[in-house]
């Protein structure tokens, strides 16, 4: 079992076994990312790995407590960004949540399960911020954890028109720049499924109109749905490839009818 217990300002955690009921909480717009209790800073967002630090006991229909092993979630602290940490269990307000059909997560302290700025970013806060007046807070899903399989992994491509260029955000668009770790050619996603590709704190989007490519907003869309095929082309949720071409001096980063070609070839190489 999960052993949580009151020690001075804090809790301490020995030994862990999932809860009976257990699920995920990730967000609507970012399939693979899950709220994760780190034990120093409370909720975060991480890559979605199974982990008992992502496994929640849920309230069914009625409100009730979100249980982490022996403890209950609940916002720690005032402000407006508070993380939320396992506390001992009494029915407060603060730790008595309703979930709605929409994926809304509130508390009966007028707190509703945040996300800060949507952001893709892995390690982003996950908060207990005010429940907006007007329209709805940040919607959530709750999955079995066997549910789906991710195989989450984060690196660059490497580009087969010259093998010492990469796939990067060149300012102000996606474009082709020498191979590096700089995180302006970091991608995490999910190898197993077609799937986001999360970049710095939005999600690679292709734009039909214009033929290019740009970090943007995520949420669940066929222009930010990507598949490496057969380790090469790179195509989105419309079916069509990324391509690389030189305008000028520069390298750019362009869809295009898919084809066996080298401009349309990418090779994924794991960093971290």
């Given amino acids: 079992m999960l052993r949580l217990f009151a020690a001075g300002f804090g809790l301490a955690i020995a030994c862990f076994a999932a809860p009976a009921a257990a699920q995920t909480l990730e967000p609507a717009r970012l399939p693979g990312m899950c709220v994760t209790i780190s034990p120093h800073e409370g909720s975060i967002s991480m890559p979605c790995n199974k982990s008992p630090l992502q496994l929640f006991e849920l309230p069914s229909e009625a409100p009730g407590p979100i249980r982490f092993g022996e403890g209950c979630l609940a916002p ?83 580009w087969g028109g010259a093998a010492d260029l990469c796939l990067a955000y060149t300012h102000p668009s996606i474009g082709l720049a020498p191979c590096g770790e700089n995180f302006e050619q970091l991608y995490a996603f999910d ?58 001096e520069r390298w750019l980063a362009r869809l295009a009818r898919c084809a066996a070609k080298p401009e349309q070839s990418w090779t994924f190489e794991p960093v971290g």
């Avoid at 730790?95 to 997560?105: L, V």
């Avoid at 669940?220 to 082309?233: A, E, F, N, R």
């Fill in 76 to 158: 720690r602290g005032e402000g407006y960004y508070p993380q939320l940490h396992p506390e001992p269990c009494d029915g407060s307000p603060e730790q008595t949540w309703t979930m709605s059909a929409e994926g809304e997560i509130r508390n009966g302290a007028g707190r509703c399960l945040s996300l800060l700025g949507q952001s893709s970013r892995t390690g982003e806060r996950v908060y207990g911020g005010y429940c907006p007046r007007e329209g709805g807070a940040h919607p959530w899903a709750a999955k079995a954890p066997d549910q789906e399989i991710y195989d989450n992994v984060r690196g660059r491509l490497r």
């Fill in 191 to 248: 190898r197993h499924d077609p799937s986001q590709f999360r970049s710095m704190s939005g999600c690679l989007t292709s734009f039909s109109a214009s033929g290019g490519l740009n970090i943007a907003d995520c949420w669940v869309d066929p222009d930010k749905t990507w598949m490496l095929q057969d380790g090469s082309l790179l195509s989105n949720g419309h079916g069509v490839c990324v391509e690389g071409e030189q305008h000028g």
